[in-house]
């Protein structure tokens, strides 16, 4: 632990303060933007039905995948819930999948869609959903409030609306704005 770095935050530990979180939000993009070798599809309540002709992995089995690759995010919070015990602490809930493949593919970022190709929206979509349960759940754990992703920026299936598409994983500053008018600040984010 970095001993200047804890002086320097100390001050925040107060009820009036708000620590908020923005982590654990890639998961799903690491391990499946890309499509799998062989098609599959997971059930996801509330999520687009199964498509037929693949397979159906339980939800539990992604879940744990998923799981693993959030080891960092849950110690983190559990580390930065410790330092702040007495702020208000907040979870940001990652901005769902971008549905459109041609957006996708025009921003590649380390992916290799030449050689994988994209996955199926819908899959991604539910795979999206199974991570914010867990992030959901870690949060909840460690004392933070979970904020979703705000409703009017995402499409009637769930996916990021195109006026916050940035690049194939991300959202544009813009997107917060609804979370920030929650947490009552001014909406000056950066990336």
């Not at 960092?72 to 580390?79: E, V």
């Not at 991604?124 to 991570?131: A, G, N």
């Not at 909840?140 to 994983?169: C, H, K, V």
């Amino acid at each position: 632990v970095n001993e200047v770095l804890l002086r320097e935050v100390a001050p925040f530990n107060a009820p009036e303060s708000k620590v908020v979180c923005l982590i654990g939000g890639n998961e799903h993009n690491a391990r499946f933007m890309m499509a799998q070798p062989r098609p599959f599809d997971v059930h996801h309540p509330g999520g687009p039905a199964l498509q037929p002709g693949r397979q159906v992995v339980p939800r539990a089995v992604i879940r744990q995948l998923l799981q693993e690759g959030m080891v960092t995010t849950q110690l983190t919070l559990k580390t930065l819930a410790g330092l702040f015990p007495r702020a208000q602490r907040f979870v940001v809930a990652p901005p769902p999948p971008i549905a459109s493949e041609a957006q996708i593919r025009s921003h590649p970022e380390i992916f290799d869609f030449a050689r994988y190709g994209v996955e199926d929206p819908s899959v991604r979509l539910k795979v999206y959903e199974i991570m914010l349960d867990l992030l959901t759940g870690m949060a909840t754990e460690a004392g933070y409030q979970f904020m979703p992703p705000p409703a009017e920026n995402r499409d009637a299936q769930g996916f990021l609306t195109e006026p916050y598409w940035n690049i194939s994983t991300h959202a544009q500053p813009a997107y917060y704005a609804p979370v920030w008018a929650q947490l009552g600040a001014p909406c000056h984010a950066s990336v």
